[in-house]
């Protein structure tokens, strides 16, 4: 099997095959993280597709091989909080009959009243670091914020989070 370097490497080439493969191995990553921003599965599925033309668009562009997946959430990051935006223009109040999440269970409903709490700050570092994996220094990268700033403020999200479902 193709390492994913190469596969970058060639879905630079041009070849949609590389592309595709690689697509296939992040796309529920990307999905379950736009969910989490987006709290709609339409939505969602319409932020993960559009990251995907984006991206695939724009693979020529990626410097760093090595940080396609990093890449490829900053590209859906900056889509979900498009999308945010639009809703806010809109005046759309996310009901919370509306949103649809994969799990309903009362454990889920709970933590998801409990992102609700938070700023939108906060729930980017929540999302960025719990859902995709990003270090507190990608994600400082990627909000302009210090690693250190990161941490803390990841931390008091979580507290907070722990508090309102205590």
């Known amino acids: 099997?193709?390492?994913?370097?190469?596969?970058?490497?060639?879905?630079?080439?041009?070849?949609?095959?590389?592309?595709?493969?690689?697509?296939?191995?992040?796309?529920?990553?990307?999905?379950h993280y736009t969910l989490y921003m987006l709290q709609n599965r339409q939505d969602a599925e319409d932020a993960v597709s559009e990251a995907v033309l984006a991206a695939f668009a724009g693979i020529h562009k990626l410097r760093n091989v090595d940080a396609f997946r990093g890449w490829m959430f900053q590209i859906t990051?900056?889509?979900?909080?498009?999308?945010?935006?639009?809703?806010?223009?809109?005046?759309?109040?996310?009901?919370?009959?509306?949103?649809?999440?994969?799990?309903?269970?009362?454990?889920?409903?709970?933590?998801?009243?409990?992102?609700?709490?938070?700023?939108?700050?906060?729930?980017?570092?929540?999302?960025?670091?719990?859902?995709?994996?990003?270090?507190?220094?990608?994600?400082?990268?990627?909000l302009h914020l210090r690693p250190g700033t990161v941490r803390s403020k990841l931390s008091r999200s979580l507290a907070k989070m722990r508090r309102i479902l205590s």
């Open 77 to 142: 990051t900056n889509i979900c909080r498009k999308k945010r935006k639009e809703y806010l223009k809109r005046h759309v109040e996310l009901e919370e009959n509306s949103v649809e999440w994969v799990d309903s269970t009362q454990e889920a409903l709970d933590v998801r009243k409990a992102l609700k709490l938070l700023s939108e700050e906060e729930r980017l570092i929540v999302g960025m670091s719990v859902l995709a994996g990003y270090t507190s220094e990608e994600i400082g990268r990627n």
């Open 1 to 31: 099997m193709e390492d994913r370097k190469e596969l970058v490497q060639s879905a630079q080439a041009g070849s949609s095959q590389a592309f595709a493969k690689l697509y296939e191995e992040i796309y529920m990553d990307l999905y």
